[in-house]
Each structure stands twice: as structure tokens, then as C-alpha cells.
């Protein structure tokens, strides 16, 4: 039986990288310091599960992290192919419209990056990079925009090494 279980699409989306969308589940089969993306954390070694709980202590960081085993989000680290195309295109921007009301846009935002999917929050870099060119940001989005390209570049970092 493998570590992970995968249930894994492939998708073309808005930037043209293809890419996989995997929504990789952790089994109680895992093995100790595997290594993990979990959305808002970034990279974590898996420590052990019981019943309820899967055991996960974030690389960057050190601490540990207790999640629910019903709504587990996490998946396994991208692939070397998908990262190198990640990182050429992280300084690139996106065309975006920020009009709305700054709380809708960090709503937004923030939605895209516990997703947890590489692309998505390779997105939000690109489009906080585009709408750094048209104005200074606020506090909040250079926060938020740091956050996103943390958890790209600590991924990166795990899986070009």
C-alpha cells in the first residue's frame, strides 16, 4: 500500500502551466517525517496519527500542528518539473482588477491560499506583484504577499534541494 493515497487531475489553468491539482490524503499508513504540504503552514514533517488526529510539525516555523483527521487538507510536496516552472514564474505578474473593497480582496486572497494548490497561490504573488506597480500596498497585502511567496519558496526550497 503507498504512503499516499492520490486522487490526482490534471488541469490548464489560467497562467498555461500545466499542472496536477492533487488532493493527496495522508494515510495512518504514513511513515514518520514524511514530508507534507499542509495549506496555511507550508512544509511539515508527518510525526504519527491516533483516531482523530494526524501529527504534523511545520519545518519553517517548529510547531507542531494537530489536525482533525474528517477535514485533512493536506498533500503530498510538487513534483520537480512543477516547481522549476513555479519558480521561473514567480516574479512574473497577473493582470488583475482591485477595485473591490480591500476586505473582499483579502477574503479573496486568503480563500486562494488555503487551498493549498501551488497555482493558486502562485496567483496571488503575480496578481499582488501587478497591483504593486499601480500603487503602494497596504500592510496587509505586503503581509499577504509575503505569506504566499514563504509558503512557494519554502516547498521550493524542500523539493529542488
Given at each position: 500500500?503507498?504512503?499516499?493515497?492520490?486522487?490526482?487531475?490534471?488541469?490548464?489553468?489560467?497562467?498555461?502551466?500545466?499542472?496536477?491539482?492533487?488532493?493527496?490524503?495522508?494515510?495512518?499508513?504514513?511513515?514518520?517525517?514524511?514530508?507534507?504540504?499542509?495549506?496555511?503552514?507550508?512544509?511539515?514533517?508527518?510525526?504519527?496519527?491516533?483516531?482523530?488526529?494526524h501529527y504534523l510539525k511545520s519545518l519553517i516555523l517548529q510547531i507542531k500542528i494537530s489536525i482533525p483527521l474528517?477535514?485533512?487538507?493536506?498533500?503530498?510536496?510538487?513534483?520537480?518539473?512543477?516547481?522549476?516552472?513555479?519558480?521561473?514564474?514567480?516574479?512574473?505578474?497577473?493582470?488583475?482588477?482591485?477595485?473591490?473593497?480591500?476586505?473582499?480582496?483579502?477574503?479573496?486572497?486568503?480563500?486562494?491560499?488555503?487551498?493549498?494548490?501551488?497555482?493558486?497561490?502562485?496567483?496571488?504573488?503575480?496578481?499582488?506583484?501587478?497591483?504593486?506597480?499601480?500603487?503602494?500596498?497596504?500592510?496587509?497585502?505586503?503581509?499577504?504577499?509575503?505569506?504566499?511567496?514563504?509558503?512557494?519558496?519554502?516547498?521550493?526550497?524542500?523539493?529542488?534541494?
Amino acid at each position: 500500500m503507498s504512503l499516499i493515497e492520490k486522487n490526482t487531475t490534471t488541469t490548464q489553468p489560467s497562467n498555461g502551466i500545466n499542472s496536477e491539482v492533487s488532493n493527496n490524503k495522508v494515510t495512518n499508513h504514513s511513515k514518520m517525517d514524511d514530508v507534507i504540504f499542509y495549506p496555511g503552514y507550508g512544509v511539515c514533517h508527518y510525526l504519527n496519527s491516533d483516531s482523530k488526529y494526524h501529527y504534523l510539525k511545520s519545518l519553517i516555523l517548529q510547531i507542531k500542528i494537530s489536525i482533525p483527521l474528517k477535514t485533512s487538507q493536506h498533500r503530498s510536496l510538487i513534483s520537480k518539473d512543477q516547481a522549476t516552472v513555479i519558480k521561473s514564474s514567480l516574479d512574473l505578474m497577473k493582470e488583475c482588477s482591485f477595485s473591490e473593497v480591500w476586505n473582499r480582496r483579502k477574503k479573496y486572497f486568503m480563500n486562494r491560499i488555503y487551498t493549498g494548490n501551488p497555482e493558486k497561490i502562485l496567483e496571488v504573488v503575480q496578481e499582488l506583484n501587478f497591483v504593486q506597480t499601480k500603487k503602494l500596498l497596504s500592510y496587509s497585502e505586503k503581509e499577504i504577499q509575503k505569506m504566499a511567496r514563504n509558503l512557494l519558496t519554502d516547498e521550493l526550497a524542500v523539493v529542488l534541494k
